[in-house]
Structures are given as structure tokens and as C-alpha cells.
């Protein structure tokens, strides 16, 4: 059973420093690789950064240069670095993993963190 679980939200002013994490088990890290989410209310799920499975780190313009994805891959987990939170930042983050099923990939996802920034 695949189950991703998110943790580290919260709330912080604008200009502030979170840390997501997500523990993945029953599924290790492959070629569909990992992503973070958010989706704010009444607006669209927005890729915040897609990690292909060689390591490569794809980010959303919105958090080019103040976020930092990366992988533990011994602890199956990934993590979110937030840095100078500004306030059109808060959302709920998700991460998400896929699993490939023949040429496709099947993905699973978190239940979610809220992440508030005051002014």
C-alpha cells in the first residue's frame, strides 16, 4: 500500500523559512520521479517542483530561488526548503509520487499541509 504523508506546515510572516517533509512508503523512488503541489483556494494546482529520478530539480517560476526540493532516498522521503515566504505563498502542499504501470504513471498523493504567511 502506497501512503505519502506530509508534515511541517504552518504559519509564519512574510519573509520567513519553512520546512516540508514527506515520508513515501510502499513505493521507492523511480522513474516517474516525485513532485510538491499547491493549491490555493479558488485557484489551480500549481507544480512547485518536479524531481526526476536522476536528480534533477524542476521548479515552479513562483518559487525559483527561495524554495529547495531534495531527496533522502535512504529514508524514502523528500523534503520542501521554503525560504522567504511571501504571501502569496500560502496554500496547501501536497507531495505526490507515481509508480509506473506499464507506460504510464500511476500517482499517489498526500493528504496535504497548510502553509499560512502573515503580513
Known amino acids: 500500500q502506497v501512503r505519502l504523508v506530509e508534515s511541517g506546515g504552518g504559519s509564519v510572516q512574510a519573509g520567513g523559512s519553512l520546512k516540508l517533509s514527506c515520508a513515501v512508503s510502499?513505493?521507492?523512488?523511480?522513474?516517474?520521479?516525485m513532485e510538491w503541489f499547491r493549491q490555493a483556494p479558488g485557484k489551480e494546482r500549481e507544480s512547485v517542483a518536479f524531481?526526476?529520478?536522476?536528480?534533477?530539480?524542476t521548479y515552479g517560476d513562483s518559487v525559483k530561488g527561495r524554495f529547495t526540493a531534495s531527496v533522502d532516498r535512504a529514508k524514502n522521503s523528500l523534503y520542501l526548503q521554503m525560504n522567504d515566504l511571501k504571501i502569496e505563498d500560502p496554500a496547501v502542499y501536497y507531495c505526490?509520487?507515481?509508480?509506473?504501470?506499464?507506460?504510464?504513471?500511476?500517482?499517489?498523493w498526500g493528504q496535504g499541509t497548510q502553509v499560512t504567511v502573515s503580513s
Open positions: 505526490a509520487a507515481g509508480l509506473p504501470k506499464g507506460r504510464v504513471c500511476e500517482t499517489y
Open positions: 510502499g513505493l521507492r523512488f523511480n522513474s516517474c520521479g
Open positions: 524531481i526526476e529520478n536522476q536528480g534533477v530539480i
